[in-house]
């Protein structure tokens, strides 16, 4: 999903609470039914996860759904902190970072959020927290002097001054965009303008990373 990572770990496995409707792991789960319920993976757990490592830890599912235990969370965090690496932790609901963001490993993480849009679209977020609340937890986060990030993917049509707001306030060291690669699905897509006026205006802030599936849009 990300270029920068070079390894990505699932210690929490199963079906996500938020159901968004581009999700991969929905999609899998509705062609093979094999996802499963929502568990913590003990043997995942046991992995040796080396050293010098930069880690995309929870890929398949939002680990900090308000649906997962948070003694689960300190498990996963407590064996992160056994080695040395920097890790790379994406929620749609950031403020659970909140509850552990006095955890060690946090000092080597960068904490996400995705922001596709800063308009609230029901039948496709479903029940990930609206975008403003994303927003507002990342400033909190950031405000605890953690390196933040916000990944605009995939991205929707939105409102050029509202969305850039809404990142300028995650206080991000870099953002990435990305576009909808389900094809069975259509989303609301904003054009290639205003992804590039969107673009020219968060680099005056921060870095902007945009992935290989939104080249047409450079
Ligand atoms: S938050 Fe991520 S893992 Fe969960 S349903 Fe949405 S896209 Fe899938």
Sequence with gaps: MFGFVNYTFNFIKGLCLHACLYCFMLALDHRFNNVGALRLDEEELRVNLGS????????????????????????????????????????????????????????????????????WYPDVMNKAPH???????????????????????????????????????????QVNIGRNTNRQVQLPEPTRAEVQTLIAELKTFTNVVVKDNASAWK
């Excluded at 890929?59 to 790379?88: G, H, K």
């Excluded at 400033?139 to 990142?167: N, S, Y």
Aim: negative net charge; proline residues 5%; aromatic residues 10%.
């Design 52 to 119: 010098d490592n930069f880690i995309f830890v929870g890929s398949s599912t939002d680990m900090w759904a308000t649906n997962v235990p948070s003694e689960w969370i300190v498990r996963v965090l407590d064996r992160c902190d056994e080695f040395d690496n920097r890790y790379l932790f994406q929620s749609k609901d950031p403020a659970r970072f909140l509850e552990f963001i006095d955890h060690p490993v946090m000092s080597k993480s960068v904490l996400s959020t995705t922001i596709e849009t800063n308009r």
């Design 131 to 173: 975008p403003n609340d994303r927003a507002n937890a990342m400033a909190a986060v950031a405000a605890h002097g953690v390196t933040t990030m916000v990944t605009v993917e995939p991205a929707m049509a939105f409102d050029h001054d509202e969305l850039v707001a809404m990142i300028r306030a995650c206080n991000p060291t």
